[in-house]
């Protein structure tokens, strides 16, 4: 299941030279739920998404929306926590180095509202707040993340 997260697919800037050389796009949307097994049938029943829980080292469940060779990005589905008082959605963008766009988001305006952490075996993972209070991800590929 966690061949979507790998390198050479999802979060990948694969063949990049720097941070210049990319755009990054919008690769991965993310629910909070409350009850995430009531959030996964809703969404199961609704749209026909395909929703399992990861066998990973957090709670997690991943969400399958495309079919093969259509456009259309994939997700998860999490836990809501304290922190997390309001539902939300988090897309999540490909970077080749979460560093460097810490950088670039703080130098323009931006805030980090969950500094970087490891996603094992999946990459580094960023929250941040544009200027307008907008939150998104953003992930760097690296399968040794611990």
């Given amino acids: 299941m966690l061949e979507r997260f790998s390198k050479k697919h999802l979060w990948s800037s694969e ?3 720097s ?3 990319v755009m990054p796009r919008v690769i991965h ?3 909070n739920a409350e009850k995430p097994e009531r959030t996964a049938k809703f969404y199961e029943e609704v749209f026909r998404w395909k929703i399992v829980k990861w066998e990973g080292p957090v709670e997690y469940w991943l969400i399958t929306t495309e079919k093969k060779n259509e456009p259309g990005i994939d997700g998860g589905l999490s836990r809501r926590t304290e922190a997390e008082s309001e539902p939300s959605v988090v897309n999540t963008i490909d970077v080749p180095s979460v560093d460097e766009y810490v950088e670039k ?3 323009n305006g931006g805030t980090v509202v969950l500094p970087k952490h490891a996603v094992p075996g999946v990459g580094w993972l960023v929250y941040f707040k544009d ?4 939150m998104f991800g953003m992930m760097q590929a690296d399968e040794s993340a611990k």
């Fill in 105 to 107: 988001i703080e130098r």
């Fill in 131 to 134: 200027p307008e209070g907008n």
């Fill in 19 to 21: 941070v210049d050389d």
């Fill in 29 to 31: 949307f993310e629910i």
């Fill in 15 to 17: 063949g990049k030279s």
